[in-house]
């Protein structure tokens, strides 16, 4: 992806068929239905592709067993197939991955283990695995450090992981890959109007300053969390659809929880189902489900939230995880849709809603990364309508995703860029030095730098160290660490001086302070 050269496009290209604010899961999922389609596709992402809510997931692809208990059957069947579509498109970012869920009574067992046989039943040819009643030894040998104090056995079933932030990256590309013009840091401040009907948008690209005025037949708003903004730039009076909700993670040092198997807490004090997730090494616990006023690009964790998480996963352990034992803490923004009298956001819908306004402004908010092909394609078939485009076939269904690759090698450090990964590997081949890690403490080599800013639009050592490499989430302190060497590999490579590298280090320190606990 270049953005030079797509920053040319917005100077050449008279007129677009679609317009897509956001450039998160759904918005870049959007594009990729939009451009395989043939309509010709721009998205427009203020800050980076996947900056807010969709980098800070649990890092799940599941049908939702929570959902399938409040009686959703709908979700639930739907999710299930989009998890089966998403780990045959981009089998090197998602994985089929066992959870074990603990039990202490012999009615535990019958009640869930009922209801995963139903989550496999719903999933159908696209089921990953049968369901199966475990004893309490067999338990332990699949998480070994539970407290086998109390417990009857457990529940092990299946479900899919992914790297979410990858994922949004590779949608990137392949919706480029497609003919769309997909650009980060361009801020719309206005949306254009004839006749009282959007017809364009003007937008700001944050890096140069430069002002542009953007024609086209239909804009979609996918901006998550920022829904009511665009809603409200449309119509001042328009009400708040948005009630936020905020989920915090925390990840952990594998010592606390080795084995490759994750764990599921089917209910928390505030209905919750909490997850301890492997995840490049590490382990991710969460989540919360806190509902807030006020809302940013990056949300901050909570004392409650934090107390919450650790008091529950060490209920569960035979080990006890402290404060100092975690490695980041990332938080994450869900964009739950108000309906009726509802009270808690963790028994609001998950399911998507769309919203067509009198200006022909098209809205998609809600959902979840597993869904996000689904919420793209009834996205995109109501802006086709709405701007009485020609009608074509959505192909995402049997679309690879940028990257994919049949059979991925875990065991590669890199096994995450999938086919790219040889490409990378021919960086080091030109120049040694680039095979050297960035951290002592971190798989992720100076090639990878380079790789993201000259095919993955990374533009700070933000864009690098949180989502082109994960290492923010991953370890906090060992992403400060890194920051000064990366901005220097990435000052060379872009032509910045010593005071950007200065600049980008303090601002990276600055930000990553806050996913340490202190």
Not at 189 to 196: G, N, Q, V
Not at 221 to 236: C, P, S
Request: glycine share 6%; net charge positive; aromatic share 6%.
């Amino acid at each position: 992806m270049d953005r030079i050269k797509m920053l040319q496009q917005l100077n050449d290209e008279p007129g677009w068929d679609i317009i897509i604010i956001g450039g998160g899961a759904t918005g870049l999922g959007t594009a990729v239905d939009a451009a395989t389609r043939g309509y010709k596709t721009l998205l427009l992402e203020q800050h980076d592709f996947a900056k807010g809510t969709s980098s800070r997931s649990t890092k799940l692809v599941h049908g939702g067993v929570r959902y399938l208990a409040q009686g959703n059957i709908k979700l639930v069947r739907e999710a299930l197939k989009e998890r089966g579509l998403l780990l045959k498109n981009a089998p090197h970012l998602s994985n089929n991955l066992s959870f074990v869920l603990p039990c202490y009574s012999i009615w535990q067992k019958i009640y869930y283990g009922v209801g995963l046989k139903l989550y496999d039943l719903m999933a159908g040819k696209l089921g990953l695995g049968k369901t199966k009643i475990i004893n309490r030894t067999t338990a332990k040998n699949f998480l070994p450090t539970i407290d086998t104090k109390k417990l009857s056995g457990a529940i092990v079933y299946q479900d899919g992981q992914f790297d979410d932030a990858r994922l949004a990256i590779n949608l990137a590309q392949t919706a480029a890959e497609n003919g769309a013009a997909v650009l980060n840091y361009c801020k719309v401040i206005r949306l254009t109007k004839k006749d009282d009907k959007v017809c364009g948008v003007v937008v700001q690209d944050i890096i140069s300053g430069a002002i542009y005025n953007l024609q086209c037949k239909v804009v979609i708003n996918a901006t998550g969390i920022f829904t009511d903004e665009v809603l409200q730039m449309d119509d001042a009076a328009a009400k708040n659809i948005v009630s936020p909700s905020q989920g915090i993670h925390l990840v952990i040092d594998k010592i606390f929880f080795p084995g490759a198997d994750a764990m599921m807490i089917p209910k928390t004090e505030d209905g919750r189902v909490l997850f301890a997730v492997p995840w490049h090494d590490k382990v991710v616990v969460g989540t919360t489900d806190t509902p807030i006023e006020s809302h940013s690009s990056e949300p901050k964790p909570l004392e409650e939230e934090i107390i919450f998480i650790l008091h529950h996963i060490n209920k569960y352990l035979a080990v006890e995880i402290k404060r100092s034992d975690v490695k980041s803490v990332f938080v994450g923004l869900r964009p739950l849709v108000k309906k009726g009298s509802a009270k808690k956001t963790a028994i609001m819908p998950r399911d998507h809603t769309i919203i067509v306004s009198a200006s022909g402004l098209v809205t998609i908010t809600g959902g979840k990364w597993t869904t996000y092909r689904k919420m793209a394609n009834d996205v995109l078939n109501n802006a086709v309508a709405v701007a009485n485009l020609e009608k074509k076939i959505c192909i995402t269904e049997n679309l690879k995703i940028h990257g994919y690759l049949n059979k991925v090698n875990k065991n590669d450090a890199i096994y995450y860029y999938g086919a790219d990964a040889a490409l990378v590997r021919n960086l080091c081949k030109a120049n040694e030095v680039l095979s050297e890690l960035i951290h002592p403490a971190a798989p992720n080599i100076k090639a990878e730098i380079i790789w993201a800013i000259k095919n993955e639009m990374a533009m700070t050592v933000e864009d690098v160290l949180a989502r082109r490499t994960r290492l923010l989430f991953l370890d906090a302190k060992a992403a400060m660490e890194a920051a000064p060497l990366v901005a220097q590999l990435m000052a060379a490579t872009m032509n910045k001086n010593n005071d950007w590298i200065e600049e980008q280090t303090n601002d990276f320190t600055a930000l990553a302070k806050q996913y340490l606990l202190s």
